[in-house]
C-alpha cells in the first residue's frame, strides 16, 4: 500500500533533494501523481519546480530522497531509459533545432520506437493533435511563432509515446490565444490516457484545468490539493506568494 491511499502511483517521489553547490534548491519534496492525473506545480520565481521536472525525467541527480516510476526506482538510470520508460520532457526554453525543419525537428530529433508503419501512424496521431506543425512541415523551426514552437516541443515529446508527459512553464511567453489552445491539447493528450505534470505560474489556469495542484516554495510543497476543493479557498494568492513575504 501507497502512503497516498490505494490509487496506482505512476510517479511516485520522496523526501527529494537537489543541490546545485551547497544550497538545495530542492528539499525535502514528497508527492505522488496517480496514472492518469493531471497536476500543476504552480509557484513564484526560483521555487524549485524547474528542478524538479529535471529530477523527474533524470537530468539532474538527487543528493537525498528516491523516485519511483512504474514502480521501479529512477537512481542510476540513464535519462535514454527514462524516456524509454515512459517520461518524457518538454524543458524550459523548448530547445527546439531552429534551422532544422518541423519534419527533421520531429522525426530525426526523437525516436519513436517499432517499425515505419507504427512509425507514422504515430506522427498522423500527434499531427492531429497539431495541424498547424502539418501545414508547416517543411519550414525552418526558426520560422514559427512562440505558440507554434511550443506546440512543436511538445509534439516531439510526445513521439516517444510517454506515459508521463511533464512541460515546464509551456504558457510562458505566449500569445492567449496559443496558452488556451496548448491547454486544450493537454486535456485531450490526458483524455487519451497521458498523466501529466505541468509546471504554470498561473493559479487561475492551474485551477481551470488541472485535476490537483502543488503549490511551490523555497524547494516544498507547501500546499497541495484536488482542484475543486482548492478553488473553494480564499488564501491561494497568499499560499502562491509564501506568507509573510508580501509588501
Ligand atoms: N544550474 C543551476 N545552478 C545553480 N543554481 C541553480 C541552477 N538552476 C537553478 N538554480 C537555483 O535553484 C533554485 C530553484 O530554481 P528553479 O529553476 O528550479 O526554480 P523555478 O521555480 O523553476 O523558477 P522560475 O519560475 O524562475 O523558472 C533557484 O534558487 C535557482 O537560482
Ligand atoms: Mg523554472
Same mark, same amino acid.
Given at each position: 500500500?501507497?502512503?497516498?491511499?490505494?490509487?496506482?502511483?505512476?510517479?511516485?517521489?520522496?523526501?527529494?533533494?537537489?543541490?546545485?553547490?551547497?544550497?538545495?534548491?530542492?528539499?525535502?519534496?514528497?508527492?505522488?501523481?496517480?496514472?492518469?492525473? =493531471?497536476?500543476?506545480?504552480?509557484?513564484?520565481?526560483?521555487?524549485?519546480?524547474?528542478?524538479?521536472?529535471?529530477?523527474?525525467?533524470?537530468?539532474?541527480?538527487?543528493?537525498?530522497?528516491?523516485?519511483? =516510476?512504474?514502480?521501479?526506482?529512477?537512481?542510476?538510470?540513464?535519462?535514454?531509459?527514462?524516456?524509454?520508460?515512459?517520461?518524457?520532457?518538454?524543458?524550459?526554453?523548448?530547445?527546439? /533545432?531552429?534551422?532544422?525543419?518541423?519534419?527533421?525537428?520531429?522525426?530525426?530529433?526523437?525516436?519513436?520506437?517499432?517499425?515505419?508503419?507504427?512509425?507514422?501512424?504515430?506522427?498522423?496521431?500527434?499531427?492531429?493533435? =497539431?495541424?498547424?506543425?502539418?501545414?508547416?512541415?517543411?519550414?525552418?523551426?526558426?520560422?514559427?511563432?512562440?505558440?507554434?514552437?511550443?506546440?512543436?516541443?511538445?509534439?516531439?515529446?510526445?513521439?516517444?509515446?510517454?506515459?508521463?508527459?511533464?512541460?515546464?512553464?509551456?504558457?510562458?511567453?505566449?500569445?492567449?490565444?496559443?496558452?488556451?489552445?496548448?491547454?486544450?491539447? =493537454?486535456?485531450?493528450?490526458?483524455?487519451?490516457?497521458?498523466?501529466?505534470?505541468?509546471?504554470?505560474?498561473?493559479?487561475?489556469?492551474?485551477?481551470?484545468?488541472?485535476?490537483?495542484?502543488? /503549490?511551490?516554495?523555497?524547494?516544498?510543497?507547501?500546499?497541495?490539493?484536488?482542484?475543486?476543493?482548492?478553488?473553494?479557498?480564499?488564501?491561494?494568492?497568499?499560499?502562491?506568494?509564501?506568507?509573510?513575504?508580501?509588501?
Amino acid at each position: 500500500m501507497h502512503i497516498w491511499g490505494l490509487r496506482e502511483m505512476l510517479l511516485e517521489v520522496e523526501g527529494l533533494e537537489i543541490r546545485y553547490g551547497r544550497v538545495p534548491a530542492v528539499r525535502d519534496l514528497t508527492f505522488g501523481i496517480a496514472e492518469g492525473e =493531471f497536476v500543476c506545480f504552480v509557484g513564484p520565481n526560483g521555487v524549485g519546480k524547474s528542478t524538479t521536472t529535471l529530477a523527474v525525467a533524470g537530468v539532474v541527480q538527487p543528493a537525498k530522497g528516491s523516485i519511483r =516510476f512504474d514502480g521501479h526506482p529512477l537512481a542510476g538510470t540513464l535519462i535514454e531509459t527514462i524516456v524509454s520508460k515512459g517520461i518524457a520532457l518538454v524543458p524550459e526554453g523548448r530547445r527546439i /533545432f531552429g534551422r532544422m525543419s518541423v519534419r527533421e525537428n520531429l522525426v530525426v530529433a526523437s525516436g519513436v520506437r517499432g517499425g515505419l508503419g507504427r512509425k507514422r501512424a504515430v506522427l498522423d496521431r500527434i499531427l492531429e493533435l =497539431f495541424p498547424i506543425l502539418r501545414q508547416r512541415f517543411e519550414s525552418p523551426a526558426g520560422f514559427l511563432s512562440g505558440g507554434e514552437q511550443q506546440q512543436l516541443a511538445i509534439a516531439r515529446a510526445l513521439l516517444t509515446e510517454p506515459k508521463l508527459l511533464v512541460v515546464d512553464e509551456p504558457s510562458l511567453g505566449l500569445a492567449p490565444k496559443y496558452v488556451e489552445l496548448v491547454y486544450e491539447t =493537454f486535456s485531450r493528450i490526458r483524455s487519451e490516457g497521458v498523466t501529466l505534470l505541468i509546471v504554470e505560474q498561473s493559479v487561475r489556469r492551474a485551477l481551470k484545468y488541472a485535476d490537483r495542484i502543488c /503549490f511551490m516554495q523555497s524547494g516544498r510543497i507547501v500546499l497541495e490539493g484536488n482542484t475543486p476543493d482548492l478553488a473553494q479557498r480564499t488564501d491561494l494568492e497568499l499560499v502562491y506568494f509564501g506568507e509573510g513575504k508580501r509588501d
